[in-house]
């Protein structure tokens, strides 16, 4: 176990209740699983969307040992609270949000960028098929965190190689970051839902064209992308690698260029950072200590997030505004619902890196 400061170490110690305290305000009516993005400053749609927030606090109680607490009644009427937003009438299947879908404006995209994706065989922009596809994949890992399924497979993507392969190649992979991310849903729809392994062979040849061994990214373009596209554009690249039980093309190079800088105050980049260099030492043990001390800085880090009521915000003093184009909160002092999500989670993996296994915290898949 390696050593830190006094401080950090009664802070984590103590940390599983005070955000079980704080979950516990979040709680909304009487179902089990419904909760609030933030406590004070949701909006109307924060206060009737659901299923993004159950699964962001489905996680966070896996993480931190919660679940385990839950009476086996409970578990089942919250996954199935979850099960509920798939509309199993509809061929494809998908998990959708009514409330939530209504709150995402149409894009404002200029009609000469909208002829130019045109001509170029891009797809327009859809900001409400994006959430729906995004938060599907949410549903489906959290189901798959406890060995659950869905009432019925979802298919509302490429069934065939060609088709996958297809689809690959068209997302821009000059910007790995969104590329990386419609990659992963791919290979939790692959893995989750029963698809012939012939699929996921489609995606693991493909990423092996875009790995580059300088640093480690994936990617696409003569140009090595700017540092945050390109660690979490890995970021995203390795959670599809990991839902398809793929190794990790070049972790050593990949280690280096995360140690050149830590991550920014967001909590995004802060889990992001993390879950590469965790995810990498699982294959090597390269730079071990500097990554455990750039981790003990990043403990400090994730606690300047945390608020008066013991949650953790997105950003430092302010909880998430947006998701997915929709306005969920105010953007008060407080903590919210993703922000916990993100940083206990950041600090599940950072527990592993240090060894501290003895708070009994766990890793999710997301």
Not at 92 to 119: N, S, T, Y
Not at 124 to 130: E, F, H, N, V
Request: net charge neutral; with cysteine; proline share 6%.
């Amino acid at each position: 176990m390696v050593k830190i400061d006094s401080q950090s170490a009664a802070w984590l110690v103590g940390l599983r209740e005070e955000v079980a305290g704080f979950m516990a305000g979040l709680r909304y009516g009487d179902q089990p699983g419904r909760y609030l993005p933030c406590y004070s400053g949701a909006t109307k749609v924060g206060r009737t969307a659901g299923l993004g927030f159950s699964c962001f606090a489905n996680k966070i109680e896996y993480t931190i040992g919660l679940w385990d607490t839950r009476s086996h009644q409970e578990q089942q009427a919250w996954l199935d609270f979850i099960r509920s937003y798939q509309r199993i009438s509809e061929a494809e299947a998908p998990f959708m949000d009514p409330f939530l879908l209504d709150g995402i404006p149409l894009p404002k995209e200029h009609f000469l960028v909208q002829m130019r994706r045109w001509l170029s065989g891009l797809p327009a922009p859809s900001p409400k098929q994006d959430a729906i596809l995004a938060e599907t994949k949410q549903a489906l890992a959290t189901l798959a965190q406890h060995n659950e399924t869905p009432w019925k497979p979802f298919s509302g993507f490429p069934l065939q190689e060609k088709q996958l392969n297809t689809r690959l190649r068209q997302l821009d992979w000059s910007q790995p970051w969104s590329a990386g991310a419609k990659t992963a849903l791919l290979a939790v729809f692959i893995q989750t839902q029963g698809i012939e392994r012939a699929l996921a062979a489609v995606v693991s040849r493909f990423l092996d064209s875009l790995a580059d061994p300088k640093t480690g990214g994936y990617f696409l373009s003569n140009q090595v992308p700017l540092r945050g596209q390109l660690i979490n554009g890995a970021m995203k690249v390795l959670n599809a690698l990991d839902w398809l039980e793929m190794p990790i093309h070049y972790p050593e190079a990949l280690i280096d260029t995360c140690l050149l800088q830590g991550p920014p105050p967001a909590g995004c980049h802060v889990v992001d950072w993390v879950y590469v260099v965790h995810r990498c030492g699982l294959q090597t043990d390269h730079r071990l200590g500097e990554i455990q001390e750039k981790c003990k800085e990043i403990i400090a880090l994730i606690r300047t997030h945390q608020n008066r009521d013991k949650g953790f915000s997105y950003a430092p003093g302010k909880a998430q505004e947006g998701y997915y184009g929709a306005k969920i909160s105010l953007g008060h002092d407080e903590g919210d619902i993703h922000g916990t999500c993100l940083l206990t989670w950041a600090l599940a993996m950072i527990l592993e890196i240090l060894e501290w296994p003895h708070l009994g915290w766990k890793v999710i898949r997301p």
